[in-house]
């Protein structure tokens, strides 16, 4: 069975940067897409960014310049490097994977990402 584990969290000053790790465990071919929602205290859970086996990245607005998404298809992973992270980034981040080989969306157990001075 497939499982997606997460790593990376944590408390960071305003301005500060955070690396999120995503590793999808099992013996699985590349996965089609990749990648992250979040959802903040009180709000509903909203995408981040993600990227196809391909390459193919997108992202929300209020990340871009801010984040970069990338994965490692041979390894299964996709990560998120967050800079110049701002108060209003706070929430719990969940990784995500959908598409070709998967019968259905798999989600993380999720990672806190505090921001706070």
């Known amino acids: 069975q497939v499982q997606l584990v997460e790593s990376g969290g944590g408390l960071v000053q305003p301005g500060g940067s955070l690396r999120l790790s995503c590793a999808a465990s099992?013996?699985?071919?590349?996965?089609?897409?990749m990648g992250w929602y979040r959802q903040a205290p009180g709000n509903q859970r909203e995408l981040v960014a993600f990227i196809t086996s391909g390459g193919t990245t997108n992202y929300k607005d209020f990340v871009k310049g801010r984040f970069t998404i990338s994965r490692d298809n041979a390894k299964n992973t996709v990560y998120l490097q967050m800079n110049s992270l701002q108060l209003q980034d706070t929430a719990v981040y969940y990784c995500?994977?959908?598409?070709?080989?998967?019968?259905?969306?798999?989600w993380g157990q999720g990672t806190q990402v505090t921001v706070s001075s």
């Open positions: 099992g013996t699985i071919f590349s996965i089609d897409v």
């Open positions: 995500y994977a959908d598409g070709n080989p998967l019968a259905q969306r798999l």
